[in-house]
């Protein structure tokens, strides 16, 4: 079957580090992409993995395990918008068709 | 570039009216989705295209149809709105490249009384 699993809400400190879990079960992989989408607006890129291990870009990192079939998204350095939902999604083999989660969201408090 | 841009932006319908969502990418890209976004659950597919003339079924097909005349526009439509079809609709196009993010549209709120 295909089924994504991640953390339906969280919540941190302005100026902290929190990281989002993502587990998945696809049948074919092509790659792990993470997304954010504030409210009311179009989930925009963030990230993409598609080999094991982390990849950095700014204060975002995202981590990639293939066989364990889990990844995740660490925010660094918490600022009040990053206050979104974040979605994990993996691309099946063939690259034509992409399986969301159902998304985190992330309250950022002062 | 204007990106990926979804026509209209707002709508409500009365249930058994018909509509087309239109979606229009200006980034040549082959492939293009229509996907719908529900409180709680992630975005499903509806339909997509992996070229013109070219459309297949995602998983929540039914009740919507697409066509795809134009490689630069990927239109969905609802023949007899229904209220299960009250969402919030995303077009995303990507190239056929592999490695490339889904590009998406602003999304279109569709209320179905």
């Known amino acids: 079957g295909q089924n994504i699993d991640q953390p339906t809400e969280m919540t941190a400190t302005e100026g902290a580090i929190v990281q989002i879990n993502c587990t998945y079960q696809?049948?074919?992989?092509?790659?792990l992409f993470w997304y954010q989408q504030h409210a009311g607006e179009a989930p925009t890129f963030l990230s993409y993995n598609v080999l094991d291990g982390l990849e950095e870009k700014g204060r975002f990192s995202s981590f990639l395990s293939r066989s364990k079939g889990y990844s995740y998204l660490l925010l660094k350095e918490l600022q009040m918008k990053d206050s979104a939902s974040y979605l994990c999604a993996v691309r099946r083999s063939g690259g034509f068709k992409t399986i969301f989660g159902a998304g985190t969201r992330l309250f950022v408090k002062a | 570039n204007a990106g990926v841009t979804q026509t209209p932006k707002f709508r409500v319908l009365k249930t058994g009216q018909s509509m087309t969502l239109l979606c229009a990418q200006d980034m040549n890209h082959e492939y293009m989705y229509w996907y719908r976004q529900d409180p709680g659950m992630g975005l499903r597919l509806i339909h997509y295209?992996?070229?013109?003339?070219?459309?297949a079924k995602g998983e929540v097909p039914d009740g919507y149809n697409v066509s795809r005349l134009k490689k630069q526009n990927f239109l969905l439509g609802l023949e007899s709105a229904a209220p299960s079809q009250t969402s919030v609709y995303f077009c995303?196009?990507?190239?056929?490249?592999?490695?490339?993010?889904?590009?998406f549209g602003p999304g279109t709120r569709l209320l179905v009384l």
């Open positions: 696809t049948s074919g992989f092509n790659g």
């Open positions: 995303a196009s990507t190239p056929r490249r592999g490695g490339e993010t889904q590009y």
């Open positions: 295209s992996v070229g013109e003339g070219t459309t």
